[in-house]
Nanobody, 120 residues
């Protein structure tokens, strides 16, 4: 099982970016999917997550600006980030709790980080 993250980059304050995460491999079911971020010198924090029933949760600092969504048929999740601020600058990581086909083992998977830089 692998998670592949894409998107990110450099954007000016007030701009938008879209992050995508795709899961592949021997997947029976994906439970929660989410995005975390880690800024230099800070701990990794949960930004947003979404259950398989599309219930969502956001850290207070991004509420009203970020939107997480998922496509269960495609095993993908997307984080739409609007009204970006310099304090959103961080490496963003995709995360998913996945039930593997065959064994039905439940594990936590991480994608590679993608840099988001908000600067003028």
């Amino acid at each position: 099982v692998q998670l592949q993250a894409s998107g990110g980059g450099l954007v000016q304050p007030g701009g938008s970016l879209r992050l995508s995460c795709a899961a592949s491999g021997s997947i029976f079911r994906i439970n929660d999917m989410g995005w975390y971020r880690q800024a230099p010198g800070k701990k990794r924090e949960l930004v947003a997550n979404i259950t398989s029933f599309h219930y969502t949760n956001y850290v207070d600092s991004v509420k009203g600006r970020f939107t997480i969504s998922r496509d269960n048929a495609k095993n993908t999740a997307t984080l739409q980030m609007n009204s970006l601020k310099p304090e959103d600058t961080a490496v963003y990581y995709c995360n998913a709790v996945i039930v593997k086909s065959g064994s039905y083992d439940i594990n936590d998977y991480w994608g590679q980080g993608t840099q988001v830089t908000v600067s003028s």
